[in-house]
């Protein structure tokens, strides 16, 4: 199937889509019951659901990808490995290889163009890890103000 089909095929999804986003914007704008809009809210998520379904359907099979194969690929290659690995790995803590360093530093520049130079926005470093006494207090005071009500 060509492009051109599958567009042709998928615009009248794309308009149902659309008509019902610029509905829910109107009778926002409008004041309007909010069951109204919870119910004009509930079929815009049916129409998505089934824009992305056909999307699925009609996508050639030759692009999809097994995350699996992705993730073993980068692994291999040294992009990322999961921390400590040869003593059975922590986790959630990352170490990241020549390329993975490359690919961060490349992403980490592109946010902060747009966010810190275009946005006006400031940068905070801080740290990954909270030691446990902070946590602990935390949960202690969630306790609190939830059991309070």
Same mark, same amino acid.
């Given at each position: 199937?060509s492009v051109?089909?599958i567009?042709?095929q ?12 610029d509905l829910?914007?109107k009778?926002?704008?409008?004041? %309007? ?5 919870? /119910?004009?809210?509930v079929? @815009? ?8 379904e &056909?999307?699925?359907?009609l996508?050639?099979?030759e ?12 692994k291999?290659r040294?992009f990322?490995?999961?921390s400590?690995?040869i ?12 390329m993975?360093c490359?690919?961060? %530093?490349n992403?980490?520049?592109?946010w /902060?163009?747009?966010?810190i @130079? ?6 905070v470093?801080c &740290?990954?890890l909270?030691?446990?006494?902070v ?5 202690f005071?969630f ?7």
């Amino acid at each position: 199937m060509s492009v051109a089909e599958i567009e042709e095929q998928l615009a009248p999804l794309r308009e149902a889509v659309k008509e019902y986003g610029d509905l829910i914007r109107k009778l926002k704008e409008e004041g %309007a019951p909010k069951i109204d809009i919870d /119910r004009a809210v509930v079929e @815009l998520k049916a129409r998505k659901r089934k824009l992305e379904e &056909t999307e699925i359907a009609l996508s050639p099979k030759e692009t999809s990808f097994d995350r699996a194969k992705l993730e073993d690929l980068l692994k291999r290659r040294f992009f990322w490995d999961q921390s400590f690995a040869i003593y059975g790995g922590v986790t959630g803590l990352y170490d990241f290889g020549p390329m993975g360093c490359a690919l961060k %530093a490349n992403m980490l520049q592109e946010w /902060r163009k747009h966010f810190i @130079l275009e946005e006006g926005m400031l940068e905070v470093d801080c &740290t990954s890890l909270t030691p446990e006494p902070v946590l602990k207090q935390a949960i202690f005071i969630f306790k609190n103000i939830v059991f309070e009500k």
